[in-house]
Every structure is written in C-alpha cells, then in structure tokens.
C-alpha cells in the first residue's frame, strides 16, 4: 500500500495484519479520488493546497486510515478516523507517523492553514458519533467503508448519527459491495463499480428525514 496521490504519493503505508480489515486497494483509491477531486461540491482547492483543501474529513471504520491520509495529502485540513480492532489501530497510527502527520485531541485547536492534523478515535463507531454531535463536531467530507457483509446493519447507523455531524453541503464516500445499494437519504451524484467493490458518492444538501430511534 501507499499514498497515490497529493504531497505524500508514493509514501508507503502498512495495512493490518490479518483478515480482519480489508484496506481498499491503491487503484480503486486512486480512482476514487480522482473522481473526488473532479466533483465541485468537494473541490476546494485554497493557494495551491490541492484539491480537498479546507475539508475536515472523517474516516469511520478507518482501518489502516488509507481514505483520511489520502485526503489529507490532497489538501484536507483534519481528519478523524475511527476504529476500533486494536491491529487496525496501530497500523493506522503508524501510517500517520510516516507521513508526518501529528496526532491531537479533539479539543485542541486547529493548527495552522495547510497544516494537517489526525484525530484518532479508537472505539465504536455509535458512541464516538453521538459523542461527535453532542459536543457539535462538524464534518465536510466523510469516508465510510464498513465490513462488506455488515452493511445492512450499518447503514441505519450511518443514517441515524452521521445527519447530525454533516454541514450542509458535506461530501459522502461510501464503500459497499458491488450490487449493494448505499441506501442513505442523501443525494447521490457519482456510483461507480471497481470489481467486487462499489463506491458511492453522495451529497447532503439539507438534513435527511428520520429514521429509527434516536442515538442513545
């Protein structure tokens, strides 16, 4: 694995050992990104940073943080990546000391402009997005690229929690597999289909209606 594109592409980064994460592969990331870069509700490109310049990104089920390192080497502001099998974090941790990138505390203040900085959120998924929009955390683009086989039981998460940390106008990039419908109540503007793998690019563009229970 490593970095395909931006101020790092080519720097090498290390997946999880096992089967228990499946990081998506170079090619399909550089397409994805490059699909990415070509939508103008994610085009942001601010005095040269790169394409994704401006965004505070979120990566949920991060894995080895593949998808928020890679949007941080295109000019994303932050990222938070969350994840919680303890190899995954771990590679994901050491990828971002590859490239250089420090890891801070959700309160800290932002850095600099065209200083990126990870927040790593090791733990479930529901309760660090509950957490995120009690404390009113907001996200522009966001990664989402849960188990394949879990994803039915996933989206009502997605669809439950992530409506309450999007600015209007946030970018969506979902993994499934191919044939799996995304599902989520947000403007789709982009499917593609890279083998096994189907991607799904979505625009939230005013908050989605309700669905299920509230968060506890």
Same mark, same amino acid.
């Given at each position: 694995?490593?970095? &395909? ?7 090498? @980064? ?20 490059d699909?990415?870069? #070509? ?17 505070? !990104? =979120? ?6 943080g ?18 919680? *099998? !303890?190899? #995954?974090?771990? *590679? ?19 850095? !600099?402009?065209? /200083?990126?900085?990870?927040v &790593? ?20 683009? &966001? ?11 996933v ?5 439950? =929690? @992530? ?6 106008? *946030? &970018? ?11 599902? @989520? ?5 982009? /499917? ?12 939230? /563009? ?11």
């Open positions: 694995m490593r970095v &395909v594109g931006g101020a790092w592409r080519g720097r090498p @980064l290390q997946a999880p050992p096992g089967r228990g994460t499946r990081p998506t592969s170079d090619k399909v990331r550089e397409a994805m990104f699909v990415l870069g #070509a939508l103008p509700e994610a085009r942001r490109e601010l005095a040269g940073r790169g394409p994704l310049a401006g965004h505070e !990104a =979120l990566d949920v089920f991060a894995g080895s593949a998808l928020g390192i890679e949007a941080l080497s295109r000019g994303a502001d932050a990222c938070t990546f969350v994840e919680s *099998a !303890a190899p #995954a974090l771990r *590679a994901l941790r050491g990828n971002l000391v590859r490239v250089g990138v420090p890891i801070v505390r959700a309160e800290d203040p932002p850095g !600099a402009p065209g /200083e990126p900085r990870a &790593v959120l090791a733990g479930d998924v529901r309760r660090t997005l509950a957490a995120d929009a009690r404390s009113g955390t907001r996200y522009t683009l &966001v990664f989402a690229d849960p188990p394949y086989d879990e994803y039915e039981q989206r009502p998460v997605l669809v439950r =929690l @992530l409506e309450r940390v999007l600015v209007p106008g *946030a &970018v969506l990039v979902v993994e499934s597999a191919a044939g799996t419908a995304a599902g @989520l109540p947000w403007t789709v503007v982009r /499917e593609k289909r890279y083998g096994d793998t189907q991607v799904t690019f979505l625009v939230a /563009e005013a908050p989605p209606p309700a669905e299920g229970e509230a968060a506890s």
